[in-house]
């Protein structure tokens, strides 16, 4: 059974303060995604890394896939109160087809 | 082009009886698998559906079942339903059950069971 280790499980910082997630495995993902979920809602897809190594930037958020791809990072510089949210890793399996494998995930919240 | 939606939003069950959630894919997908999220063991696979097949089951018992429709809608049926089943019933869609996909989830169904 692959398991997705997250953490924090929770975060709460001012705004203007960077973060970083951290989602880490024994097992190697073929790629790994990082969702994004708010109250009420499903997850909302952010990115898909997919290289060993691979950096992904979406404006304040870089995205990191591991060289040995078990473990990815998300970094958010200078959070905003509009960061606030549930943050998923999710790794799907070599041979796993469509099914994803979910961290516990990091609850942010991010104080004006 | 409309998401995946999910019917009802809210639903409200005693113990031992059992429930049907609906879920609709984004026009053109075939793929769709579900998910049941708890505070306390988070997100996990139930099951995935590909033309009308399951493709893939998580560790769930038998009284969680599916089905997909030959126009790529699924349904998941629980029977006696226990206190421990009340999550959020999370449905996503995509293109074809291959690992590249994206899938793209919908609201859920919060069942609560009482």
């Known amino acids: 059974t692959q398991l997705l280790e997250q953490s924090p499980q929770f975060l709460s910082i001012q705004e203007g303060e960077n973060l970083t997630v951290y989602c880490n495995s024994s097992?190697?993902?073929?790629?790994l995604q990082w969702y994004r979920q708010e109250p009420g809602e499903g997850p909302v897809l952010l990115v898909t890394v997919v290289t060993g190594g691979e950096v992904k930037k979406l404006k304040r958020l870089t995205f990191q896939f591991g060289d040995a791809r078990k473990d990815s990072s998300l970094h958010i510089t200078a959070a905003q109160p509009g960061d606030t949210g549930l943050y998923l890793c999710?790794?799907?399996?070599?041979?796993?087809?469509?099914?994803?494998?979910f961290g516990e995930g990091t609850q942010l919240t991010v104080n004006p | 082009k409309a998401g995946v939606t999910q019917t009802p939003r809210y639903l409200i069950k005693t113990r031992g009886q059992q429930v049907t959630l609906s879920c609709s894919p984004i026009s053109g997908h075939r793929s769709v698998s579900w998910y049941q999220q708890t505070p306390g063991q988070g997100l996990q696979f139930l099951f995935e559906y590909f033309s009308e097949t399951q493709r893939n089951k998580g560790n769930f018992p038998g009284r969680f079942s599916g089905r997909q429709f030959s126009n790529s809608r699924s349904e998941m049926n629980v029977s006696t339903l226990e206190l421990g089943d009340s999550a959020l019933y999370l449905c996503?869609?995509?293109?074809?059950?291959?690992?590249?996909?994206?899938?793209?989830f919908g609201p859920g169904t919060r069942l609560t069971v009482l």
């Open positions: 996503a869609s995509s293109l074809e059950a291959l690992g590249t996909d994206t899938q793209y």
């Open positions: 999710a790794g799907r399996g070599e041979t796993s087809g469509s099914r994803l494998t």
């Open positions: 097992s190697v993902f073929s790629s």
